[in-house]
């Protein structure tokens, strides 16, 4: 089981310039793994930033986490010549980061990375990316079905960042138990 640190709780607490240093070093984690393993798709691109964007919420924080999904994402689409994509993602992200961190989190910040609770999680903020950028997509193309042209992809994605963050965060534990 996993205790976050207090000063990592997503209660109300005055931002401090380390959550801020934090929260910038995961938003240019999540930039780094959306941009570098980039795998084309209808309407975008496939990458592993998602499976960032989970352990950065569950290691760090729901609110960091959202802040560094929403920051690194849109600043890879930016970057990645996807410009139009950069408000969509900016919602879609924040929402995604939100979902894991409300289900997957309890109150008193302790979870297990394997738990029917972080599994929900994870699923629920995987579809709601897929159903988020399908109607993104529907909108910017002005056509539902252009917009579903992306949702197998887009589902492929969703389960491979999955299973990425599992295998990290299960490296991220035995680390962990190992040093302490």
Same mark, same amino acid.
């Given at each position: 089981?996993?205790?976050?640190?207090?000063?990592?709780?997503?209660?109300?607490?005055?931002?401090?310039?380390?959550?801020?240093?934090?929260?910038?070093?995961?938003?240019?984690?999540?930039?780094?793994?959306?941009?570098?393993?980039?795998?084309?798709?209808?309407?975008?691109?496939?990458?592993?930033?998602?499976?960032?964007?989970?352990?950065?919420?569950?290691?760090?924080?729901?609110?960091?986490?959202? %802040?560094?999904?929403? &920051?690194?994402?849109?600043? *890879?689409?930016?970057? /990645?010549? @996807?410009p139009?994509? +950069?408000?969509?993602?900016?919602?879609?992200?924040?929402?995604?980061?939100?979902?894991?961190?409300?289900?997957?989190?309890?109150?008193?910040?302790?979870?297990?990375?394997f738990?029917?609770?972080?599994?929900?999680?994870?699923?629920?903020s995987?579809?709601?990316?897929?159903?988020?950028?399908?109607i993104a997509?529907?909108?910017?193309?002005?056509?539902?079905?252009?917009?579903?042209?992306?949702?197998?992809?887009?589902? %492929?994605?969703?389960? &491979?960042?999955?299973?990425? *963050?599992?295998?990290? /965060?299960? @490296?991220?534990?035995? +680390?962990?138990?190992?040093?302490?």
């Open positions: 089981m996993l205790t976050k640190p207090q000063e990592h709780s997503d209660k109300k607490a005055p931002i401090s310039a380390r959550k801020i240093c934090i929260t910038a070093v995961m938003a240019a984690l999540v930039f780094i793994m959306t941009i570098v393993p980039r795998i084309p798709i209808p309407l975008g691109y496939a990458h592993l930033g998602d499976a960032a964007i989970f352990l950065v919420v569950l290691y760090i924080g729901r609110r960091e986490g959202a %802040l560094a999904a929403s &920051i690194g994402s849109a600043f *890879a689409d930016f970057i /990645g010549g @996807f139009v994509w +950069i408000i969509p993602t900016i919602i879609i992200k924040y929402i995604m980061a939100e979902i894991l961190g409300r289900v997957a989190c309890p109150a008193d910040g302790n979870y297990r990375l738990s029917v609770r972080t599994m929900l999680g994870l699923i629920l995987g579809i709601w990316m897929v159903f988020g950028y399908t997509g529907a909108i910017l193309y002005g056509s539902l079905p252009v917009g579903l042209t992306s949702a197998p992809g887009l589902l %492929l994605e969703g389960v &491979i960042n999955i299973l990425a *963050a599992y295998g990290v /965060g299960s @490296f991220l534990n035995k +680390i962990k138990s190992d040093r302490f």
